[in-house]
């Protein structure tokens, strides 16, 4: 039986804004995406993530700065850093003198699973408001930086950052790019190349047209320009390096 859905449709129609009115997001709304989040499927219901809103304008603007010079996170109304957080249960357990294991790559990726499941509900409940979201990736970059703007203790982490607003009507009627076919993202059992006919199918599913060998070498080299030979790449992988250094133990257990 075909029902509508709201929730599908809500997931199914979200794409990210960058533009927002200057409508405020009230109290109100701000305590049901906290909500949302703070709900959202957890490691052994630890919670380990923390939530930094950045209020501070002067701190916005180095964000902004910092994150690949993206202004339209500095007049973002919502600004959330989502980040991996052990250290809370660590200084539980040290109060009662408990000991654990030394600090691994491991505990940095949950915690980092946790944060982004949390962020994403944040998403989901914003929309749901008519509240549009972008995801800043570039927080993972410049991390020595960030520790000190934000004054972020060991085992702590940025793992994401979120801007939230009121999207303007153009942000609204902005076609939302067309995703990979369910078919061609599900591996069953086990993992098998699907080569390029899926990239294909997106590329004609996007453009309403036959798409070429030449179209899709076109696409592939401007996305690896844009994405994995760039200077923020470089800059990404090298701040990564710097917080599995911070937050793993000198001694590994194994």
Request: with cysteine.
């Amino acid at each position: 039986m075909n029902k509508e859905n709201d929730v599908l449709e809500q997931l199914s129609g979200r794409k990210s804004v960058r533009v927002f009115t200057d409508e405020p997001i009230t109290e109100e709304e701000r305590e049901q995406i906290l909500t949302a989040a703070s709900q959202a499927p957890t490691a052994g219901g630890m919670q380990l993530y923390s939530i930094l809103e950045i209020r501070d304008p002067k701190i916005k603007e180095v964000l902004a700065e910092r994150c690949d010079h993206q202004p339209f996170i500095a007049k973002a109304p919502l600004v959330w850093i989502f980040l991996a957080d052990r250290r809370k249960w660590q200084e539980l357990f040290s109060d009662y003198g408990i000991a654990t294991d030394p600090m691994t790559e491991a505990d940095l990726f949950l915690a980092m699973d946790d944060a982004l499941i949390a962020a994403q509900n944040a998403v989901t409940a914003a929309w749901s408001l008519g509240i549009g979201s972008c995801y800043i990736g570039d927080i993972l970059e410049h991390y020595e930086e960030n520790k000190e703007l934000l004054h972020l203790p060991r085992y702590t982490a940025p793992c994401c950052m979120l801007v939230f607003g009121k999207p303007v009507q153009q942000q609204k009627d902005r076609v939302k790019p067309v995703r990979l076919a369910n078919d061609d993202l599900v591996h069953v059992d086990v993992y098998n190349d699907k080569g390029k006919e899926p990239f294909v199918r997106q590329m004609e599913a996007e453009r309403k047209r036959p798409v070429s060998e030449e179209d899709l070498k076109a696409m592939a080299a401007d996305t690896a320009r844009r994405k994995f030979t760039s200077d923020f790449h470089t800059e990404m992988a090298r701040s990564v390096r710097a917080i599995l250094a911070d937050w793993c133990d000198e001694k590994d257990p194994a």
